[in-house]
């Protein structure tokens, strides 16, 4: 009986050590590649360029960059975790439809909502125009092209990301464990803070890195309320100055920034361990809210709501609607092209992230080896990385392969044939590939953990191979998730700015980078109906989100 275990084990062993994993080390490689040049770019500086950069827009940049993340993190802690614990924690009328429209500001990109609430708040908006009917003087009011206003529009588009893991936080909770400590005597606010937001802190922690490097990434809300950051600077450098070195040490640096944020994800989860009971323990008995402190949180949450999400979709399609009678001849032909152009780049990089995603979680899980897990984790990194410092991160290389192929080409055969790969939709699909490997790949490696492992080691005894593997047992499992990840992708690479503005062909433009161009010009209305396709189709992860919300609850 030992001789047999050991002689499986042996086995075992020796087919992982044959069935190295070539292709997900290949595709590891290919992912971690942008982000290594661009970091490498530091190790080498060019003392001119930071020594121009120092006297001019990095000290500034450095400190907005600073101001934003502190503040987007503060406020998406604040507003995210204390509407999760409402929904939880309290029954009042409503409560099951306001959880779900908590989730909708997701569907409006940052930049949608910045230049909506530009074009709103403004001195020459309709509401500072209506408030001089009856003041004089508005210098009281808040000025909305600020640091304070980026702010407050990334706030409200990206606390749901807190919001949907506290509250997922809060319901894996034991409601036994609140109720031993009130039969303590110990009150709401003690309970809260001594109990249920440190058995939350590392999901809670989680969201507010993921909200923290989405403000990193951003650089258009940015440049609309004229406060420059790191991810502004990439841009202007590239586009102003056309440095690509410059261009790629700066990016090092935002690069750097985004390790930092994080190590300080796990540092704030700190080391000590919360565990809580699991099993069928029942949670959080919510407690009825009645009378007028139940609508007050009703009128909390439909707030947040109407400012996150119905007043910039309102403005949206109020602009489209005004402005498509009086619309010019020619322009929906220009903007079925910008349809075509968004969908033939959402297609295709949702196809190729997902087929990638398939091959690397497959391949991982079939040489079950820890080098897997590795790659894993190397190849899912790009998500944490601004979309500007993985497009410097991808020119460099393309555009010295295209240099060396037409020195090649010249020396052998007397032709070059121009840049090939530099500014074409292959730098494009590649960008998206990298940073968003690692929404296709948990969605596909979910799956995967639903299939029993003898499934796969009896194909193993029976000498299937793995890609036969995959395709015929893998594939057909996984077909769900596949999908539910191809559509993520989907959305993201049509609300992706960064990287569409930095690499797409020239004159090849999509919906985002129509309504950033717009916008930029204070052509509100020419950016709406974009800017309105653009939120309507981010609502497909959002009723995704919604309808597995329900199935778990």
Same mark, same amino acid.
């Given at each position: 009986?030992?001789?047999?275990?050991?002689?499986?084990?042996?086995?075992?062993?020796?087919?992982?050590?044959?069935?190295?994993?070539?292709?997900?080390?290949?595709?590891?490689?290919?992912?971690?590649?942008?982000?290594?040049?661009?970091?490498?770019?530091?190790?080498?500086?060019?003392?001119?360029?930071?020594?121009?950069?120092?006297?001019?827009?990095?000290?500034?940049?450095?400190?907005?960059?600073?101001?934003?993340?502190?503040?987007?993190?503060?406020?998406?802690?604040?507003?995210?975790?204390?509407?999760?614990?409402?929904?939880?924690?309290?029954?009042?009328?409503?409560?099951?439809?306001?959880?779900?429209?908590?989730?909708?500001?997701?569907?409006?990109?940052?930049?949608?909502?910045?230049?909506?609430?530009?074009?709103?708040?403004?001195?020459?908006?309709?509401?500072?125009?209506?408030?001089?009917?009856?003041?004089?003087?508005?210098?009281?009011?808040?000025?909305?092209?600020?640091?304070?206003?980026?702010?407050?529009?990334?706030?409200?588009?990206?606390?749901?990301?807190?919001?949907?893991?506290?509250?997922?936080?809060?319901?894996?909770?034991?409601?036994?464990?609140?109720?031993?400590?009130?039969?303590?005597?110990?009150?709401?606010?003690?309970?809260?803070?001594?109990?249920?937001?440190?058995?939350?802190?590392?999901?809670?922690?989680?969201?507010?890195?993921?909200?923290?490097?989405?403000?990193?990434?951003?650089?258009?809300?940015?440049?609309?309320?004229?406060?420059?950051?790191?991810?502004?600077?990439?841009?202007?450098?590239?586009?102003?100055?056309?440095?690509? /070195?410059?261009?790629?040490?700066?990016? !090092?640096? %935002?690069?750097?920034? =985004? @390790? &930092?944020?994080? *190590?300080?994800?796990?540092? $704030?989860?700190?080391?000590?361990?919360?565990?809580?009971?699991?099993?069928?323990?029942?949670?959080?008995?919510?407690?009825?809210?009645?009378?007028? /402190?139940?609508?007050?949180?009703?009128? !909390?949450? %439909?707030?947040?709501? =109407? @400012? &996150?999400?119905? *007043?910039?979709?309102?403005? $949206?399609?109020?602009?489209?609607?005004?402005?498509?009678?009086?619309?010019?001849?020619?322009?929906?032909?220009?903007?079925?092209?910008?349809?075509?152009?968004?969908?033939?780049?959402?297609?295709?990089?949702?196809?190729?992230?997902?087929? &990638?995603?398939?091959?690397?979680?497959?391949?991982?899980?079939?040489?079950?080896?820890?080098?897997?897990?590795?790659?894993?984790?190397?190849?899912?990194?790009?998500?944490?990385?601004?979309?500007?410092?993985?497009?410097?991160?991808?020119?460099?290389?393309?555009?010295?392969?295209?240099? &060396?192929?037409?020195?090649?080409?010249?020396?052998?055969?007397?032709?070059?044939?121009?840049?090939?790969?530099?500014?074409?939709?292959?730098?494009?699909?590649?960008?998206?590939?990298?940073?968003?490997?690692?929404?296709?790949?948990?969605?596909?490696?979910?799956?995967?953990?639903?299939?029993?492992?003898?499934?796969?080691?009896?194909?193993?005894?029976?000498?299937?191979?793995?890609?036969?593997?995959?395709?015929?047992?893998?594939?057909?499992?996984?077909?769900?998730?596949?999908?539910?990840?191809?559509?993520?992708?989907?959305?993201?690479?049509?609300?992706?700015?960064?990287?569409?503005?930095?690499?797409?062909?020239?004159?090849?433009?999509?919906?985002?980078?129509?309504?950033?161009?717009?916008?930029?010009?204070?052509?509100?209305?020419?950016?709406?109906?974009?800017?309105?396709?653009?939120?309507?189709?981010?609502?497909?992860?959002?009723?995704?989100?919604?309808?597995?919300?329900?199935?778990?609850?």
């Amino acid at each position: 009986m030992k001789t047999a275990i050991a002689k499986r084990s042996f086995i075992k062993h020796g087919q992982g050590l044959r069935s190295l994993p070539v292709l997900p080390l290949f595709l590891a490689i290919l992912i971690v590649l942008p982000v290594l040049v661009v970091a490498s770019a530091l190790f080498t500086p060019t003392w001119e360029v930071w020594s121009h950069l120092a006297q001019t827009l990095l000290p500034e940049m450095i400190k907005n960059t600073l101001v934003l993340l502190a503040g987007v993190g503060a406020g998406t802690l604040f507003l995210g975790v204390s509407l999760a614990w409402v929904v939880t924690a309290y029954r009042f009328p409503g409560r099951k439809i306001l959880e779900l429209l908590l989730l909708l500001p997701m569907a409006v990109p940052t930049y949608v909502q910045g230049f909506v609430y530009m074009a709103t708040f403004d001195i020459a908006g309709p509401l500072q125009t209506f408030l001089r009917r009856y003041f004089t003087d508005l210098t009281w009011f808040p000025e909305i092209r600020s640091g304070g206003g980026a702010i407050l529009v990334m706030t409200l588009v990206l606390y749901p990301y807190v919001y949907l893991l506290a509250k997922a936080a809060f319901r894996e909770q034991s409601g036994s464990l609140i109720e031993a400590a009130r039969v303590m005597g110990y009150g709401s606010g003690h309970i809260f803070f001594r109990i249920v937001l440190p058995l939350a802190r590392p999901s809670i922690a989680a969201g507010v890195a993921l909200a923290i490097m989405e403000a990193l990434a951003d650089f258009a809300t940015v440049r609309f309320f004229n406060f420059p950051t790191l991810s502004d600077g990439v841009i202007r450098v590239w586009h102003g100055m056309m440095d690509l /070195r410059a261009a790629s040490e700066l990016a !090092g640096l %935002l690069a750097f920034a =985004a @390790l &930092a944020i994080v *190590l300080l994800e796990h540092a $704030l989860r700190g080391r000590t361990r919360y565990y809580q009971a699991g099993g069928k323990a029942p949670g959080i008995t919510p407690l009825t809210l009645r009378g007028w /402190r139940g609508w007050l949180m009703v009128l !909390g949450c %439909l707030l947040v709501v =109407a @400012l &996150a999400f119905l *007043l910039p979709v309102t403005q $949206l399609a109020s602009w489209t609607w005004s402005e498509l009678p009086r619309l010019p001849e020619g322009t929906m032909s220009v903007y079925a092209q910008l349809i075509r152009n968004t969908l033939i780049l959402s297609l295709t990089a949702a196809f190729f992230v997902t087929i &990638a995603a398939l091959v690397l979680a497959s391949s991982i899980r079939l040489n079950g080896s820890s080098v897997g897990f590795v790659l894993a984790k190397l190849a899912t990194s790009g998500y944490a990385i601004p979309g500007a410092v993985i497009a410097v991160g991808i020119i460099v290389p393309l555009s010295a392969f295209d240099h &060396a192929l037409n020195n090649f080409l010249e020396a052998w055969l007397g032709i070059t044939p121009g840049l090939l790969l530099t500014g074409s939709i292959v730098g494009l699909i590649y960008a998206y590939v990298v940073r968003f490997m690692a929404v296709s790949f948990n969605s596909v490696d979910s799956s995967l953990e639903k299939i029993t492992p003898n499934i796969t080691a009896a194909a193993q005894i029976l000498g299937a191979k793995p890609w036969r593997i995959a395709w015929k047992i893998h594939l057909p499992l996984v077909a769900p998730g596949m999908l539910a990840g191809a559509i993520l992708v989907f959305v993201d690479v049509m609300k992706e700015l960064p990287i569409t503005v930095m690499l797409r062909p020239f004159g090849y433009d999509t919906l985002a980078v129509w309504v950033w161009q717009m916008a930029a010009e204070s052509i509100w209305a020419g950016a709406s109906l974009p800017a309105l396709a653009i939120v309507l189709v981010g609502l497909l992860p959002v009723v995704f989100l919604t309808r597995v919300g329900s199935r778990n609850n």
